[in-house]
């Protein structure tokens, strides 16, 4: 295991890491319940609804949808809900203990491979982490996963440093072979460790006593999604990337990863086909994050070039974050995958414990390190208070949807959803709308005119207008055109409701 030694916590450190560790899960379950349950969200609750084990597996082993390969969370949920409850607090809080679990680990790590003031800004940046914080308060795997990597992290470098260190190989072994059901992103980063483990320590006996016995433990996994279709299809596990070069999605993955998604244009406005414009809005804070990442960049290359104490350990991480990002990259286009920060949760781990590293030298450059490292902390606390409170950053706001449609309940009103989860409505108390989330464009104004009987005003609500739009090959507005005429819009976070009025009077009209 990590052994710490007592000295590290003699004089303020160990003071001012307990400190910031209250404040890391402070952050974490502030304002926990605020927004609303979301669309991602919802796909959590649809999958761990059963507390029968046998029939969660089988569910996931025959579901075609991403969640396939990520099933050890949801097999985890199903019992968090049963004991905790729906609610938004309930559901996300356990993505918030592991994900201030996630932090502690690293900068437990950080003490002992680099000493105590590494272990302090990688405990700062962690915690202070936009990307780490976002994905806290979400009831989705990542948070989980991101654990799991650390957890690998913590008992690798804890076997490393002390060969006869048998408790932290089993615990890697373990960690790994549980770790892979809750991804197969997990077994890219276990390849990454593999290789850097190679290149930079370089003893292939050792090499082969850590890795064979991981192989073994990866068995039961491997077996596990061998039942899937990736066999013979793995485009399967894939979402739609809609047109967009993968080129975009490395940026957006490097972004995501040191800012968080809420540190330069909102999400929802980059859904849109005007997307470029509104990046071009945020050129100024963009550019401070080029900079501050290009200068992080150049000082982690010189860092890694330089004889020193650490120098294996910073060249580990090194190599690590750079091989497993080329290894998410040839995934992603292998896959045809919709590559966004979630998917590589496994860099951020590294990054964290790689970035401090810049601050090691004694000379000039260790001021200009430390104050590029002080604002990207400051880049990731503004994206913060954008999460917090600014309102164009929030999620889809199926509470306000639901709280809209109700106060707009006529007896010659209905409401339909199109795109979106009617049980998210339901949640919220709209338990009127209609289901037509299986409704082709083409066949949209003739199938709710039929499931609403011909009502005079229809309320139609579209989560993600812009990729219901894309997949149908057409506008909301058009495909309704046909017996309905769009009388107003009212638009919610990465939501919308149209009111339609039909074209022409029915017998409900007499």
């Known amino acids: 295991m990590l052994k710490l ?94 994900g201030s679990a996630a932090v502690i680990l690293l900068s437990l790590v950080a003490l002992r491979l680099f000493g105590k003031k590494h272990a302090l800004w990688t405990m700062f940046l962690a915690t202070f982490s936009a990307f780490g914080v976002f994905y806290s308060q979400d009831a989705r795997p990542c948070a989980l996963l991101t654990f799991i990597t650390a957890l690998q992290i913590y008992f690798f470098t804890g076997a490393l440093c002390d060969k006869h260190d048998n408790v932290s190989r089993w615990g890697f072994w373990i960690t790994t072979m549980i770790g892979l059901f809750g991804s197969i992103f997990i077994g890219i980063f276990a390849i990454g460790l593999s290789i850097s483990h190679f290149i930079i320590y370089r003893n292939w006996k050792k090499w082969l006593r850590w890795w064979i016995p991981t192989s ?107 091989i497993s990002f080329v290894l998410a990259l040839l995934f992603a286009l292998a896959t045809n995958l919709n590559w966004l920060p979630r998917h590589s949760f496994y860099l951020w781990p590294p990054l964290a414990l790689l970035i401090p590293t810049i601050c090691r030298s004694r000379n000039k450059r260790n001021f200009y390190a430390k104050a590029v490292l002080t604002i990207l902390i400051f880049l990731n606390i503004y994206s913060l208070y954008n999460y917090f409170f600014n309102e164009n950053y929030r999620k889809d706001d199926y509470r306000a949807v639901a709280q809209y449609i109700i106060s707009q309940s006529e007896p010659d009103n209905a409401s339909v959803i199109v795109a979106g989860f009617r049980r998210l409505l339901v949640n919220y108390g709209d338990t009127k709308t209609l289901d037509c989330t299986g409704i082709k464009g083409k066949h949209l104004a003739k199938e709710i005119s039929k499931l609403t009987q011909n009502y005079r005003t229809v309320l139609v609500i579209v989560n993600n207008v812009f990729f219901w739009q894309t997949m149908e090959k057409t506008t909301v507005e058009k495909a309704m055109s046909e017996l309905y005429v769009l009388d107003s819009t009212f638009s919610f976070p990465n939501m919308i409701v149209y009111r339609f009025n039909r074209k022409l009077p029915t017998i409900n009209d007499f």
């Open 216 to 322: 073994i433990f990866a068995l039961p996994s491997v077996l596990f999604y061998y039942s899937s279709e990736l066999i013979t299809d793995p485009t399967l596990i894939h979402t739609v990337r809609y047109g967009f070069p993968i080129i975009q999605n490395v940026f957006f993955v490097l972004y995501g990863i040191l800012v968080g998604q809420t540190y330069g244009p909102p999400i929802n406005s980059l859904h849109t086909y005007n997307r470029w414009t509104v990046v071009f809005n945020y050129l100024p804070e963009l550019f401070i994050l080029l900079i501050a990442g290009f200068i992080i960049a150049v000082l982690l290359v010189k860092i890694n070039t330089k004889k020193s104490e650490n120098q294996p350990h910073s060249q580990f991480f090194f190599s690590l974050l750079l």
């Open 5 to 98: 030694k007592n000295n590290y916590f003699k004089d303020n450190t160990g003071i001012l890491l307990f400190s910031v560790s209250i404040i890391c899960i402070l952050i974490r379950f502030f304002m926990l319940s605020n927004q609303s349950l979301w669309f991602d969200e919802c796909a959590t609750l649809n999958l761990t609804d059963n507390l029968n084990l046998i029939d969660n597996i089988t569910n996931l082993l025959t579901t075609k949808a991403g969640d396939h390969f990520q099933p050890l969370y949801y097999l985890i949920m199903s019992y968090w809900r049963f004991i905790f409850g729906d609610s938004e607090f309930a559901l996300r809080s356990f993505s918030a203990l592991l």
